[in-house]
């Protein structure tokens, strides 16, 4: 090994760094910690190239290692020893923020998913009303023989004539438009018969509930599983990048005798 292949790895390893170093800050722009989708997508950002540093931070100490098998000048070494504490050091410090992320990242995830299950529970609600209004329409105009044949005759005569407002129909607009018209015949038919008009209101609002029911629990459960996904996805990773870079760091400032010299202090 040469002198120039330890060089090329530490440039190497110190580009990987200074990438990752520079990619937070331009995540970080413009800055709105208040702001939990801006927090989310910052940890998200991280936390999927936080393994960028520590390929890095190994190609450093795989060079330093290098070095201290080759007959060095001191000031290389001393540079050498430099660069491996500023490593270890910086691995510390990115242990401690992967770690800190993790409730940060778990409470905002909370958050988003909690609101998403609210606008769910107020298209619910909105759901309920409309449902509740188009019975009434239904009923209103069950009550109202005039309005429905003239409902009627107006679907009658735009099929017949296979234009709306001087525009030709399409196949679709005059399929919607027989199955209204079946379906106002089928009205009028049932408003002759108030039992039997009654049973088939009770059949389409349950449904039509049975329908909002359905949507609502696949929004939820979406909803839910998004949620999840996203818990597992960052957080574990987040959890494995903090264990990784604490080991380097610690076990990498014990081994130039940095933590050694501080317990040794501390005994005495």
């Given at each position: 090994?040469?002198?120039?292949?330890?060089?090329?790895?530490?440039?190497?390893?110190?580009?990987?760094?200074?990438?990752?170093?520079?990619?937070?800050?331009?995540?970080?722009?413009?800055?709105?910690?208040q702001n939990s989708q801006w927090q989310i997508g910052f940890v998200t950002?991280?936390?999927?190239?936080?393994?960028?540093?520590?390929?890095?931070?190994?190609?450093?100490?795989?060079?330093?290692?290098?070095?201290?098998?080759?007959?060095?000048?001191?000031?290389?070494?001393?540079?050498?020893?430099?660069?491996?504490?500023?490593?270890?050091?910086?691995?510390?410090?990115?242990?401690?923020?992967?770690?800190?992320?993790?409730?940060?990242?778990?409470?905002?995830?909370?958050?988003?998913?909690?609101?998403?299950?609210?606008?769910?529970?107020?298209?619910?609600?909105?759901?309920?009303?409309?449902?509740?209004?188009?019975?009434?329409?239904?009923?209103?105009?069950?009550?109202?023989?005039?309005?429905?044949?003239?409902?009627?005759?107006?679907?009658?005569?735009?099929?017949?004539?296979?234009?709306?407002?001087?525009?030709?129909?399409?196949?679709?607009?005059?399929?919607?438009?027989?199955?209204?018209?079946?379906?106002?015949?089928?009205?009028?038919?049932?408003?002759?018969?108030?039992?039997?008009?009654?049973?088939?209101?009770?059949?389409?609002?349950?449904?039509?509930?049975?329908?909002?029911?359905?949507?609502?629990?696949?929004?939820?459960?979406?909803?839910?599983?998004?949620?999840?996904?996203?818990?597992?996805?960052?957080?574990?990773?987040?959890?494995?990048?903090?264990?990784?870079?604490?080991?380097?760091?610690?076990?990498?400032?014990?081994?130039?005798?940095?933590?050694?010299?501080?317990?040794?202090?501390?005994?005495?």
């Amino acid at each position: 090994m040469s002198k120039y292949t330890t060089l090329c790895l530490k440039l190497a390893g110190l580009i990987f760094i200074l990438s990752f170093l520079l990619d937070t800050l331009t995540f970080a722009i413009p800055f709105q910690w208040q702001n939990s989708q801006w927090q989310i997508g910052f940890v998200t950002a991280i936390v999927d190239r936080g393994i960028v540093p520590m390929v890095g931070m190994v190609l450093i100490v795989l060079a330093s290692w290098i070095d201290s098998t080759l007959n060095t000048p001191a000031a290389t070494a001393k540079a050498s020893t430099f660069l491996k504490i500023f490593t270890f050091i910086l691995a510390s410090l990115l242990g401690l923020l992967f770690l800190l992320l993790i409730p940060i990242h778990f409470n905002n995830i909370n958050q988003v998913k909690t609101n998403a299950l609210e606008q769910i529970q107020k298209g619910a609600d909105q759901g309920e009303e409309q449902i509740k209004q188009f019975l009434a329409n239904l009923n209103n105009l069950s009550q109202n023989p005039q309005l429905l044949n003239q409902e009627i005759a107006q679907r009658t005569q735009v099929i017949e004539s296979g234009q709306f407002q001087g525009r030709p129909l399409t196949e679709q607009q005059l399929v919607q438009l027989r199955q209204q018209k079946d379906q106002l015949q089928n009205l009028r038919d049932l408003a002759r018969k108030p039992g039997d008009f009654k049973k088939r209101l009770d059949e389409i609002r349950n449904q039509l509930q049975t329908q909002l029911l359905d949507r609502r629990r696949d929004a939820e459960s979406q909803a839910n599983t998004e949620a999840l996904k996203q818990w597992l996805r960052i957080c574990l990773s987040s959890l494995m990048l903090a264990i990784g870079y604490s080991v380097i760091g610690w076990l990498g400032l014990r081994g130039v005798g940095l933590l050694s010299g501080k317990l040794k202090e501390s005994k005495r």
